[in-house]
């Protein structure tokens, strides 16, 4: 009989060091080949995971979801309860009629920068005498990248910034001939004489521009990290152009008026090339 239970005993050792090892192995193989994704600073974000690829077809009776990052855990589902780290809080969601059927995707809203990094799901199920195992279903690379561009508007004009997310705090200014960074916007102030928040569209317009204005506009978030960057000149070539224009619909049956337009129309094209390689 004493022989018999230590039989039992090692076979029970046996098979919990057996699911062990196959946890540890899914996390040695993912670390080696993640799934990669990227997406634009404010957008959603789908880290895709299927638990059926691990699991197959069985059901559990209890879907028990959990996402990880390699610093904690972010996101755990389990039936009615749901938890998420407190800098994702609102923001992170695994659909519940999409996971019986087996997709453990996690959907990140209004992703940021900061949410680069790897993650990786897991999905909790009953082992050995009912305990708990967590068996690893899908690690993800999440890439999050921001916004370049750049602007040429005339003396007079707007500007319009794409703010892109809730989370972007403030707005900074270098001269095109400077080297230091000066805050023109932050989040909370009152609209000013030339600067004008549209909160609904997340824009920030800076009204009637000037020569002084040209530069390098940097819209940053909360962790001090770069959402998007403009590089604005302002010139008269940016209005010739739009005259340039005008003038050449409006007379198309004079050809010596033609031929002025489309001079001052490609000088003003050359004007602009040069200036924006001269910030470069």
């Known amino acids: 009989m004493k022989y018999f239970r ?34 634009k600073v404010g957008n959603q974000a789908v880290l895709p995971c299927s638990w059926k690829q691990r699991l197959g077809e069985v059901t559990p009776s209890t879907c028990y979801i959990q996402w990880n990052s390699p610093a904690d855990t972010v996101f755990e589902l389990q039936g ?4 998420q780290a407190e800098e994702f809080q609102g923001r992170m969601e695994v659909p519940e009629e999409k996971l019986k059927s087996g997709d453990c995707s996690l959907v990140i809203s209004d992703v940021q920068i900061g949410d680069t990094g790897r993650y990786e799901s897991f999905m909790v199920v009953d082992g050995v005498r009912s305990a708990k195992t967590k068996v690893f279903i899908q690690s993800v690379k999440l890439s999050v990248s921001d916004y370049k561009s750049i602007l040429s508007r005339g003396p007079g004009e707007d500007l319009v910034l794409d703010l892109y997310t809730q989370h972007s705090v403030k707005v900074v ?86 031929g002025s337009c489309s001079a001052l129309l490609l000088l003003s094209v050359l004007v602009t090339v040069f200036q924006i390689l001269h910030l470069f």
């Open 80 to 83: 009615e309860k749901k938890w």
């Open 173 to 258: 200014f270098q001269d095109r001939n400077g080297s230091e960074w000066s805050v023109v916007w932050m989040r909370g102030e009152e609209d000013s004489e030339r600067m004008e928040q549209d909160v609904a569209n997340e824009q920030l317009t800076i009204k009637n521009l000037k020569s002084s204005d040209e530069g390098t506009y940097k819209v940053m978030d909360e962790q001090g990290l770069s959402v998007s960057t403009v590089l604005l000149s302002v010139n008269e070539g940016s209005k010739a152009f739009k005259l340039a224009q005008t003038m050449e619909n409006q007379v198309p049956t004079d050809g010596t008026v033609r």
């Open 6 to 39: 230590k039989i039992q005993w090692f076979s029970l050792q046996l098979q919990c060091f057996l699911i062990v090892s196959l946890v540890d192995s899914f996390s040695l193989s993912s670390a080696t080949s993640p799934l990669s994704v990227t997406f």
